[in-house]
């Protein structure tokens, strides 16, 4: 074993031996498992702080296997044509790089970008504005809302029970536990926690694998410096929100996109503090290559779009996170410092995730 990585074995009855696993989610009471649950293992890098996986949803082999199977079902929309995986392709890191916002059912436009899906399990709140802290419950709001899937969960819970496959699934899954909506959202959980971005040439380069060229260490170098000019440093001042190797902080902040005269009122709308109003989830910059367009709203389509509007072009207002406040409008810098950013950024491109993404993807595809 790699000396910076560790194996995280997953064991299905991990929950009834009593292990202690951090961030216990959601309640689901005597959650009953097949009779010869088959282990989920994988590997996580050492590098990344401990995750929180639920302690009343082991994670097992069919577990995963049906959350798969329910994630690309097109079915679990009311017409049949959106599923999970149609606003989180797996080209795009579980992403939609073709739309700022993605239609849903009849066309149906909603009002804000996909998020991409990797590293769920350090998170801690769902959609731009935090409005859930548990996938099991983040699952439903896309399947029952009416510009997304537009599924009533009663009619999807009858379809799901009558299912031949799926009666299958479910009783490798969860044993004689009857399919509810409570057991579909553990399934959907499963997949979506096993879904680990960790192996970019950024971790390689940690692990001592490679090396970055200089470009991409000069930008790594401005990533991560201050932005002072009163103490003669000038940096791109990104590591207060990014820096750490999950590169997201989990906050909530006013990155400066309007001022303060935007009518998506973000975080706001689900606290109701005035201080977080026009503020948005801190997404993680992992994959970002492969994730435009950028923002709640979709409105940069290029990495070099994004890196101008943090150069020059963030507007005050009384949310503004303080970190982009001191740089009073501009942090001005060179054409080759834009570019050495953007390399350094590219370098967090996990092509591993993405192939397995894919590939998952392409087995849901097959009859």
């Not at 082991?58 to 606003?87: H, Q, R, Y």
């Not at 239609?103 to 769920?120: C, Q, S």
Request: with cysteine; glycine share 8%; aromatic share 10%.
């Amino acid at each position: 074993m790699h000396r910076n990585r560790k194996h995280l074995y997953l064991w299905a009855g991990a929950a009834i031996l009593g292990l202690a696993w951090a961030g216990i989610v959601g309640a689901v009471s005597n959650p009953q498992l097949p009779a010869s649950p088959t282990l989920y293992r994988m590997t996580i890098s050492a590098l990344f702080p401990p995750p929180s996986f639920p302690q009343d949803n082991p994670l097992t082999e069919e577990g995963v296997a049906l959350g798969k199977k329910l994630f690309f079902d097109k079915g679990l929309s009311s017409d049949g044509t959106v599923s999970c995986a149609t606003c989180h392709r797996g080209n795009d890191a579980f992403a939609d790089s073709l739309h700022a916002i993605t239609p849903g059912v009849a066309g149906e436009v909603g009002r804000r970008n996909a998020m991409p899906l990797f590293n769920l399990a350090w998170r801690r709140g769902f959609f731009w504005d935090g409005r859930t802290t548990v996938i099991r419950e983040q699952v439903f709001h896309p399947i029952t809302d009416p510009k997304e899937m537009n599924q009533p969960v009663d009619g999807l819970m009858n379809r799901i029970a009558k299912d031949p496959g799926y009666k299958k699934a479910f009783a490798a899954a969860f044993g004689t536990k009857p399919i509810t909506s409570a057991t579909l959202g553990l399934a959907l959980e499963q997949f979506l926690l096993v879904q680990i971005s960790q192996d970019s040439k950024f971790d390689r380069a940690r692990r001592g694998e490679t090396t970055f060229t200089q470009q991409e260490e000069r930008g790594l170098e401005l990533f991560f410096t201050e932005y002072d000019p009163g103490r003669g440093i000038r940096g791109a001042d990104c590591f207060h929100c990014h820096g750490n190797t999950l590169f997201t902080t989990e906050r909530f902040a006013n990155n400066g996109l309007d001022a303060g005269d935007g009518k998506d009122l973000g975080r706001f709308e689900v606290t109701g503090r005035e201080y977080e109003k026009w503020c948005f989830k801190i997404p993680s910059l992992r994959n970002v290559e492969l994730t435009p367009p950028y923002m709640h709203d979709g409105r940069f389509r290029t990495l070099e779009e994004v890196i101008e509007h943090y150069d020059h072009g963030v507007k005050e207002s009384r949310t503004l996170d303080p970190n982009l406040a001191k740089h009073q409008g501009a942090i001005n810098l060179s054409p080759e410092d834009k570019q050495a950013l953007i390399a350094f950024l590219k370098t967090l491109t996990d092509e591993a995730f993405v192939k397995r993404a894919k590939e998952q993807e392409s087995q849901a595809q097959k009859p």
